[in-house]
């Protein structure tokens, strides 16, 4: 049974990753990568119990708590062309395409 | 502006408690399950960064000032040390922690400890300071 | 079984999004990406048991890395430009050193293999008498912290002197805003 | 009682495969980032904590429980939050939704 979710899981990021290389707009990629680490989120849980060794649930923690980071930071950099300041006054940067 | 950004101000807001908290237990359970010192480290320098995309960089720098992380940096590496040259003063050698305790398993423990301090100190202060150095210049 | 299954799997997409990052030329996608690898690398050495190096490649690259590579990215462009002509002798280094390192893999024992020398002399020792000596259940916080102390002195001071050089140089040129070289990353 | 638990958790596991395959089908087949949003929308709540759930029921009351009770929660505060930045990041830039207009993909 925690295979079928471990080859669910894996086919999934699987897909999903097709989708970070296509992805017209970086957001497509940004969208791939923030759901590529909630599917990782459950991959470790799943593949901990598979192994009877759950504790590792720690490190899927740690991907749950941070993985919001990085989306946030593109946002900032998309709105405000910088990292810091939320009321930057410099243009964003130009628009990447593919 | 307050209205500008609600959703991720109240979440980074309720998030940051539970990022620090959660560093404290990855610290001191290290020694249990997985996790230590650097990775202790890098959850609280995540939650300063979090704190100063969402809430500006001013404000970081208000509430975690650059002279203390100054300070931090080589602060950890001298509690490091620091442990090693307690060896030597309690006679043993250098970075022994048998000779910490009369217990000898309790002065493993008691370096290690310390030692994860040190690691703690140095890895958050360098990663904030790394951060701080690059999002605050200008282009 | 099933462990080596999805370990297997993990390496093609690894190697695939190798591949699309060394493919594609907005930078912003390449940061985007190298998340993508992040997380596959710490499943990766989850699969393999590594767990304390799989939660600090966690701890690092699900938000850190990114947000380090996007304040590079803000004081560069952000397109990765195209070499006019090709130069065979990057990509003949590149090759040779690829297959110096296959050689070394193909000589490396099996994963896991109880006959290495690693297996038999140091850590049957650390593993045996860790909680005794110790008290510390996690054997690698133990030879970290204590067996293998002076190296990890090393480490941290390895990351102070990091973090002190960055200081340093974006510091200073802090101070100078009139520079010539500002001006032109401007 | 064995039994009912077991099919339980079993039926929220298969259900939280089904829509993690489902959502990840949707993230590469949409037409636009808007509607891809959408599919990672019923991905990240549904598909992950079904199984989290699901794998809950096998753990019984321990802390394993507890940790992945906490591992939902957050999940649900965070997934939502990256998506709804990742909106205003795309709305803001003045990427338009391309529903009506069929050439592209």
Redesign the interface.
């Given at each position: 049974?925690?295979a079928?979710?471990v080859?669910?899981?894996v086919?999934?990021?699987a897909?999903?990753l097709?989708?970070g290389f296509l992805g017209p707009?970086v957001?497509?990629r940004?969208?791939?990568a923030?759901?590529i680490g909630?599917?990782a989120?459950?991959l470790m849980?799943?593949h901990g119990?598979l192994n009877d060794r759950?504790?590792f649930?720690?490190i899927?923690?740690v991907y749950?708590?941070l993985?919001?980071l990085s989306?946030?930071a593109?946002?900032k950099f998309?709105?405000f062309g910088s990292l810091g300041d939320p009321e930057g006054i410099e243009p964003?940067p130009t628009?990447p395409r593919r | 502006m307050m209205h500008r950004?609600a959703?991720?101000r109240v979440?980074v807001k309720?998030?940051i408690p539970?990022l620090l908290l959660y560093a404290l237990y990855v610290q001191f359970h290290g020694e249990l399950g997985p996790g230590g010192g650097f990775q202790a480290g890098v959850i609280v320098a995540t939650a300063v960064i979090l704190y100063g995309l969402i809430f500006g960089l001013a404000e970081a720098k208000r509430i975690v000032p650059p002279r203390l992380i100054e300070v931090l940096v080589p602060l950890g590496v001298v509690i490091y040390a620091g442990v090693g040259f307690a060896g030597l003063l309690a006679g043993g050698n250098y970075l022994d922690y048998f000779v910490l305790d009369p217990d000898p398993v309790h002065g493993q423990e008691r370096g290690i400890f310390w030692v994860e301090v040190g690691v703690l100190v140095t890895v958050s202060s360098t990663m904030t300071a790394i951060y701080y150095a690059f999002s605050g210049r200008g282009r | 079984m099933i462990d080596a299954l999805i370990y297997g799997a993990l390496i093609l997409l690894l190697i695939a999004t190798a591949i699309g990052m060394a493919r594609t030329r907005s930078l912003f996608a390449v940061v985007a990406l190298g998340g993508i690898y992040s997380f596959l690398m710490a499943l990766a050495l989850l699969v393999l048991d590594a767990v304390d190096v799989s939660m600090t490649e966690a701890s690092v690259g699900a938000g850190i890395s990114t947000v380090l590579l996007l304040g590079t990215l803000y004081l560069t462009r952000l397109h990765e430009t195209l070499p006019i002509r090709l130069s065979p002798a990057p990509l003949a280094m590149s090759v040779i050193t690829g297959l110096a390192l296959l050689y070394g893999v193909v000589h490396l024992p099996p994963f896991g293999d109880p006959s290495t020398p690693m297996h038999r002399h140091v850590a049957p020792r650390y593993l045996e008498d860790v909680v005794r000596e110790t008290g510390v259940p996690n054997a690698v916080t133990a030879v970290l912290a204590s067996y293998r102390g002076y190296d990890t002195l090393g480490e941290t001071t390895v990351i102070f002197t990091a973090g002190i050089g960055v200081l340093l140089l974006l510091r200073r040129r802090r101070r100078q805003p009139s520079d010539g070289k500002d001006k032109a990353g401007r | 009682m064995s039994l009912i638990v077991d099919t339980a958790?079993?039926l929220l596991?298969?259900a939280?495969?089904?829509f993690?395959?489902a959502?990840?089908?949707g993230?590469?087949r949409f037409p636009d980032?808007y509607t891809?949003?959408h599919a990672?929308g019923v991905?990240?709540p549904f598909?992950?904590s079904l199984?989290?759930a699901?794998?809950m029921l096998?753990?019984g009351l321990t802390l394993?429980t507890v940790?992945?009770a906490?591992?939902i929660l957050?999940?649900g505060?965070?997934?939502p939050?990256?998506?709804?930045?990742?909106g205003?990041?795309?709305r803001?830039?003045r990427?338009k939704p391309l529903l009506a207009a069929k050439e592209d993909r």
């Open positions: 049974m925690f079928a979710a080859a669910a899981l086919v999934a990021i897909l999903v097709v989708r707009t957001y497509d940004v969208l791939a923030n759901t909630t599917l989120v459950g849980a799943a119990f759950p504790e649930l720690d899927a923690l749950a708590l993985n919001v989306t946030l593109i946002l998309f709105r964003p628009e | 950004e959703i991720p979440v309720l998030l539970f | - | 958790s079993w596991i298969l939280g495969g089904f993690c395959i959502g990840a089908f993230i590469l980032l891809r949003m990672a991905l990240d598909g992950v199984i989290l699901g794998l096998q753990a394993v940790k992945l906490i591992l957050f999940l505060l965070t997934s939050v990256a998506c709804h930045a990742l205003r990041a795309a803001h830039r990427l």
